[in-house]
Structures are given as C-alpha cells and as structure tokens.
C-alpha cells in the first residue's frame, strides 16, 4: 500500500505565502506521477502541479506563482506564493505508483488540506 501525508495548509492574507508538503511512504515499488490537485466544493478537482514521466505541468491559473519541488525520497513541496482568494480550497495531494508486490499502477490521494485566502 501507498500512503500520502499532506501538511502546510492553512489561512494567509491575499498577496501571503504557503507551502504545502506531501510525504509517501509504505511499499512502493515506483512512483510515476506526483503532484497536486485541489478542490472547491460543487466544483470538480482541477490539476495544480504534478511531475510526470514527460516533465513538470502547471495549471494556467497558478503558472508563476507555485513551484512544485520533489527531492528523490519521495516528497513534493508546493511552494505557493501571490496567493488569491480564488486559490481557497482543498489540495491533494496524488501519487500514481506501483506498490510492491502489485502488478499495476494506481492513484493514490492524501486526505487533503484546506487552503484559504482572504480578500
């Protein structure tokens, strides 16, 4: 099994600054993707950033704000910067991985983490 532990999330001003982690961990053979989404209630989860096998993908809605950083130990930091209030939401974070001992990938989400910004 894989499992993806979220943390930084919180309340900032507009124009503020946050930085989310996500830590996997378990029995992972290979992860494939790693990356953010985010949520708004009656909306459908969007993409934020992700890494893929084809490179680093952002939404237009954040390009030049957010940086997405992985190190080699299985972690992404979503560094968000000139936050807007139509930035609130929840973020997952997601992982595509084979686990050990599977034979196929699969999506895996952390419980996610509620953003919100202020006018």
């Known amino acids: 099994q894989v499992q993806l532990v979220e943390s930084g999330g919180g309340f900032v001003q507009a124009g503020g600054s946050l930085r989310l982690s996500c830590a996997a961990s378990?029995?992972?053979?290979?992860?494939?993707?790693m990356g953010w989404y985010r949520q708004v209630p009656g909306k459908q989860r969007e993409l934020v950033a992700i890494f893929t096998p084809s490179g680093l993908n952002y939404s237009d809605s954040v390009k030049g704000r957010f940086t997405l950083s992985k190190d080699d130990l299985r972690n992404t930091w979503l560094q968000m910067n000139s936050l807007k209030p139509e930035d609130t939401a929840v973020y997952y974070c997601?992982?595509?991985?084979?686990?050990?001992?599977?034979?196929?990938?699969?999506?895996?989400w952390g419980q996610g983490t509620q953003v919100t910004v202020s006018p």
């Open positions: 378990g029995a992972i053979f290979t992860i494939n993707e």
């Open positions: 997601k992982a595509r991985a084979r686990a050990t001992m599977a034979r196929e990938t699969y999506d895996y």
